[in-house]
T-cell receptor, first 109, second 116 residues
Framework: TQLLEQSPQFLSIQEGENLTVYCNSSSVFSSLQWYRQEPGEGPVLLVTVVTGGEVKKLKRLTFQFGDARKDSSLHITAAQPGDTGLYLCALAGTYKYIFGTGTRLKVLA | GAVVSQHPSWVICKSGTSVKIECRSLDFQATTMFWYRQFPKQSLMLMATSNEGSKATYEQGVEKDKFLINHASLTLSTLTVTSAHPEDSSFYIC????????????FGPGTRLTVT
């Protein structure tokens, strides 16, 4: 079973709307990464968060790490069609990584 | 920097044959590489962790005799799917960690395997 649950699983929105994707676990993360994957390609790293309560911004994307380090969120402001893809959170351990269930986002023009 | 390549990008093979997929770190040495499998519209499932010069560590439920992993050098790991069957059809992705102690891993572009 997956250690990381993402919600929602699917999201279809209009260009210009805002959205938030969540990543939750029953375990404490040592660090967490967010990736975006486009069809037929490998995932691309967006950000790594390590400290509880940490907030990182990447242009229109805002990543937050929960204070207890058991959850994280990704907020996209004014979504664009180019944001379409599969968003994955990943638990990064010393020896291996575990991926979340994924959120498939489609932004309509 | 931190570019990972995979070859081939796609392959079609007949049931019962074996297929080898290569994963290379192009501009860095990777002591650890990871192999993932991804079914359509699903997330990545870790298959095994490959360490240079030692045996791979397989995740529970992954048949080590079916998915042979070799990490012969610091820039190359290979995954061989032996006696492939249609249910082995999937998107196989490798990743490499730049060095121990770092959380970031960099992914290859993936290999789509179709077994007919």
């Amino acid at each position: 079973t997956q250690l990381l649950e993402q919600s929602p699983q699917f999201l279809s929105i209009q260009e210009g709307e805002n959205l938030t994707v969540y990543c939750n676990s029953s375990s404490v993360f040592s660090s967490l990464q967010w990736y975006r994957q486009e069809p037929g390609e490998g995932p691309v790293l967006l950000v790594t968060v390590v400290t509880g309560g940490e907030v990182k911004k990447l242009k229109r994307l805002t990543f937050q790490f929960g204070d207890a380090r058991k959850d994280s969120s990704l907020h996209i402001t004014a979504a664009q069609p180019g944001d379409t893809g599969l968003y994955l959170c990943a638990l990064a351990g010393t020896y291996k990584y575990i991926f979340g269930t994924g959120t498939r986002l489609k932004v309509l023009a | 920097g931190a570019v990972v390549s995979q070859h081939p990008s796609w392959v079609i093979c007949k049931s019962g044959t074996s297929v080898k997929i290569e994963c290379r770190s192009l501009d860095f040495q990777a002591t650890t590489m990871f192999w993932y499998r991804q079914f359509p519209k699903q997330s990545l499932m870790l298959m095994a962790t490959s360490n240079e010069g030692s045996k791979a560590t397989y995740e529970q439920g992954v048949e080590k005799d079916k998915f042979l992993i070799n990490h012969a050098s610091l820039t190359l790991s290979t995954l061989t799917v032996t006696s492939a069957h249609p249910e082995d059809s999937s998107f196989y992705i490798c990743s490499a960690r730049v060095r121990e102690g770092l959380y970031e891993q960099y992914f290859g572009p993936g290999t789509r395997l179709t077994v007919t």
